[in-house]
């Protein structure tokens, strides 16, 4: 692992946001979830598409907070812009578990 600075680390923007909609992504190669997450006033809704089908369903995820880095530049997956990447980590078996705050934080609240 390679070391980096704090510096490097400041220019990564982890923000919290909360998940106002998801739907199946039907033209995705693998099995995801298209996530609308609202990011507070400042960063607005953007979208991301999430490989998390294993512990997710799209209904059961509309309300919850996640992180997710909002600097990134957007990639297309199948015919969904994904503008986020959704933080997570893998299980015993290698399937998506989202990362949260433990309490409620307002959305768009940065990583520190």
């Known amino acids: 692992m390679e070391p980096i600075t704090y ?4 220019k990564v923007e982890i923000r919290a946001g909360t998940i106002v909609d998801a739907q199946p992504h039907p033209t995705a190669r693998k099995p995801s ?3 609308w997450i609202d990011f507070g006033p400042q960063i607005g809704t953007k979208r991301s598409a999430a490989q998390i ?3 997710y369903s799209a209904d059961r995820l509309i ?3 996640v992180m997710a880095v909002v600097n990134f530049p957007p990639r297309r997956i199948g015919d969904f812009e994904s ?3 959704v933080l ?3 299980d015993e078996n290698g ?3 989202l990362l949260k705050p433990d309490l409620k934080v ?3 609240g940065k990583m520190f």
């Open 33 to 35: 979830i298209q996530l």
């Open 53 to 55: 089908t294993v512990h």
């Open 88 to 90: 997570g980590v893998p």
């Open 95 to 97: 399937a998506v578990v």
């Open 83 to 85: 503008e986020v990447l």
């Open 106 to 108: 307002p959305d768009g």
């Open 7 to 10: 510096a490097d680390f400041e």
């Open 63 to 65: 309300g919850r907070q």
